[in-house]
């Protein structure tokens, strides 16, 4: 996904008194030295505060001066005030990810003026008496012209040495972090929010905590991302705690989960808590020049980090954890003795990405979490036990999964022959009746799961996406598709049906010569298989769908034809299944021999007989790719989405955007019943751009009813692994299991004939 966008505003040119005489803005003297931004507007004396410059009045004595830093002016960060953290810091925004770098690239080109300085030498001259310590306007592109560039490094012997580049940008990061050190130590504090005052004009959109602002092109973490909107605007996002004297940082900083780049340095901290783990948004961490002996292993957490500055501590080690953090550019940690040896000479040689791959694939294997615990939601006792049934709905992740596209699991994690036993161990100890799968590929299915499976008396049907037909027999073997298993022992396969979502939309007569179905549903090759099953003893009956849509949150119209075409199919097949003649062997296709069934024990009742669709039990495990607030979980749960719906707006599709979709069916999802209880879901898929619901078994509420269900992952766990899989969690779905009962069906009461004695007119005849 790309990043969050910037809310675009023009900040005027600067421009500076000079002198004590009041002159005509247009006869400002723009500072030589510092050309001003092409990019700007043209200043006008109805540019509104606070893009506004400061008229010839302003408490600004000297052209580099801040201004309104006095009591009472300018003490809000784009109009912010009052939000969080007010005293003593610096708070400002980025215009962009790499503004360190551009920076840098403008010092190169900054010549300095000697005329301008005070004898704070390297710092920048500033008023010392602001009150709030929140900076709003200050020269925006000005450091001192001795700034190294670190394009050349010495060597012991003195001699000057071409490094590569990645060495060369540590090098330029440490110099920084000296110049703020500098600055500091003769009291200038909030380095930083100073030097990037100038992009504090320009508030930032930011998206929820959920959302992964950026992915850097990775289609499969981004592949459970639902309908992708930004939620709220944020004034700031970066904060400079920068040379205050800081011992310890309160709980209640790190409730600001929005930061972004936090300026830690300088200080006298000797102890990082653990709760930077819920920083999960931060991308640049400084926390040079303090006390500290170690980084806390919750930073693995905090996946989104571009820049780690450590420099001139005492840190001892590096915790393993840190191999998590995929995405780290810059590990700036030269100055801390202990490393200096082995890992400061690793990123000179091979850069931080080699150390940071080195620690994840060196980190042992965590402690697995506590198992999760059933939740009751009915008292079973009360119920007929051949009644009962359990489902199992798993997405498990294909054997296409990457090292590029996880690159925050260790590599043996991601192993197909490693986590598909982790797969069938959790399906076995699921012991389910009826087990969905989704992402099962060809050649896993006939060569691992199936046989295996088999063993404990499962049979399967199984129907890989319609690209396998065009695929030679090799190629073919790694497409995936959906699998139902049930027990064979207890439910006979009455029919089982493959709905291809794109083969199915372009022959709809109402589709015929649409552009949106050919250009947004034709090359989606979603699908979903469809299965009948009669339970052996009681004669009840069951429709079982198994199904996955379409990941893509650009594509939700996709995704709601896909759901649309799938409940208009389930409901054409249950008008059959519930004409469905009687199963007369009931015996038929089971893997016990015949002489190991028990005759006297074996007394199937008759069929069941249903007179209408509806009362035909109808379970749906799917991977909707839709969390409970999109349309398509809309339409599965209140039956009906209408054609002004925003999802549809703009497109054509035949009957469904006319008319809207609809389905006669009374779903509800299992899980929505821990809704507002502490056992709420929280999540199905997990990954570092998205933490969010889902994965669904949606059950018809007029014939089924819900025993119990799997509940979520120890949240203590959760605090310690960055996204899944891992090693306890093979995919990166959570699976999802539901103990249901068949509701006993009310019939209709036959009134009796009344017995009456012959009427007076029958006695007369």
Excluded at 424 to 441: F, G, N, T
Excluded at 657 to 669: A, E, N, Q, V, W
């Amino acid at each position: 996904m790309a990043d969050a966008y910037r809310f675009q505003q023009s900040a005027g040119n600067y421009y500076y008194p000079q002198g004590t005489q009041p002159q005509h803005p247009r006869h400002q003297i723009i500072r030589n030295s510092t050309p001003p931004n092409n990019t700007r507007s043209p200043f006008t004396i109805d540019t509104p505060s606070p893009s506004r410059s400061p008229d010839s009045h302003s408490p600004a004595h000297n052209p580099y001066a801040m201004f309104g830093s006095g009591p009472g002016q300018h003490t809000r960060v784009n109009g912010a005030a009052g939000r969080g953290m007010q005293q003593h810091m610096g708070i400002y925004n980025y215009q962009q990810q790499n503004s360190h770098q551009q920076h840098s690239q403008q010092h190169s080109t900054i010549q300095q003026d000697s005329g301008t300085h005070t004898s704070n030498g390297g710092a920048l001259n500033h008023h010392n008496t602001y009150s709030s310590g929140v900076l709003n306007s200050t020269t925006p592109n000005f450091v001192p012209a001795s700034l190294q560039n670190g394009h050349a490094a010495a060597t012991r012997g003195g001699q000057m040495t071409a490094v590569n580049p990645h060495w060369a940008e540590q090098v330029k990061h440490r110099k920084d972090a000296e110049q703020a050190n500098a600055a500091a130590q003769q009291g200038h504090t909030h380095y930083w929010a100073r030097m990037k005052a100038g992009e504090n004009r320009q508030p930032v959109a930011t998206v929820p905590d959920t959302q992964e602002p950026e992915s850097d092109g990775d289609t499969r973490i981004s592949n459970s991302n639902t309908n992708a909107h930004f939620q709220k605007r944020q004034d700031w996002v970066d904060v400079d705690l920068s040379g205050q004297g800081l011992r310890t940082i309160s709980p209640s900083f790190f409730t600001f989960s929005f930061l972004r780049d936090v300026f830690l340095g300088s200080n006298k901290l000797s102890y990082l808590p653990p709760w930077f783990g819920e920083l999960r948004q931060m991308r640049h961490l400084d926390v040079s020049h303090n006390q500290l002996t170690q980084l806390p292993a919750e930073l693995g957490m905090c996946v989104l980090l571009k820049t780690l500055l450590a420099f001139d501590n005492q840190i001892q080690s590096l915790p393993s954890e840190l191999g998590s953090l995929y995405q780290l550019d810059i590990l700036g940690i030269e100055g801390n003795p202990a490393l200096e040896a082995n890992e400061v000479e690793e990123i000179k040689r091979d850069g931080t990405k080699s150390l940071i791959k080195r620690l994840l694939e060196e980190s042992p294997m965590p402690l697995p979490p506590p198992d999760r615990i059933v939740i009751p939601l009915t008292d079973a006792s009360s119920l007929n036990a051949h009644d009962q049934f359990r489902i199992f709905s798993f997405n498990i992740l294909c054997d296409n999964a990457t090292r590029e596209q996880y690159n925050y699991t260790p590599a043996k994690a991601l192993e197909w022959t490693y986590r598909r036993e982790m797969i069938l161990q959790q399906v076995e100890k699921a012991d389910a009746d009826i087990i969905c799968l989704q992402e099962v590929d060809v050649d896993s299915y006939n060569e691992y799961f199936r046989p295996k499976l088999a063993i404990h008396g499962l049979k399967g049907a199984f129907w890989p996406k319609a690209r396998a037909k065009t695929m030679s027999e090799k190629d073919a073997k790694v497409v995936d598709g959906c699998a139902t298993f049930y027990k064979s022992d207890k439910y006979i396969l009455l029919d089982k049906q493959l709905i291809d979502f794109q083969s199915i939309a372009i022959n709809r007569p109402d589709m015929k010569g649409q552009q949106d179905v050919f250009n947004r549903v034709m090359p989606r090759d979603q699908m979903a298989i469809l299965t009948f099953f009669e339970e052996r003893l009681t004669g009840s009956r069951l429709v079982v769908a198994n199904g996955h849509l379409y990941w893509d949150p650009r594509y939700a119209d996709v995704k709601l034809v896909q759901a649309a075409i799938l409940m208009d199919q389930i409901n054409q097949w249950a008008k059959k299944y519930a004409k469905w003649p009687a199963c007369t062997d009931k015996k038929a296709g089971m893997y016990k021999f015949a002489d190991e069934v028990d005759d006297a024990a074996f007394e199937p009742a008759p069929s069941m007989e249903y007179t209408d669709p509806t009362q035909l039990p109808l379970l749906m495990c799917v991977d909707l790719n839709s969390t409970p607030e999109s349309s398509v979980y809309q339409l599965l749960s209140d039956g009906r989405v209408g054609p002004e719906h925003e999802d549809l707006a703009g497109h054509s599709y035949g009957n469904f955007t006319r008319d809207g979709i609809d389905h006669p069916f009374s779903l509800r999802s299992a899980y929505s019943l821990l809704d507002d209880t502490p056992h709420a879901l929280t999540f199905t898929n997990y990954v570092p751009g998205f933490t969010g619901v889902i994965d669904h078994i949606f059950f018809s509420s007029n014939a089924l009813e819900v025993v119990s269900v799997l509940g979520g992952v120890d949240a203590n766990y959760m605090k310690t692994v960055p996204g899944f899989p891992s090693y306890h969690f093979p995919s990166d779905h959570l699976p999802l299991q539901a103990d249901f009962c068949i509701k006993g069906r009310k019939e209709k009461k036959q009134i009796p004939e009344s017995d009456f004695p012959p009427s007076r007119r029958d006695r007369r005849d």
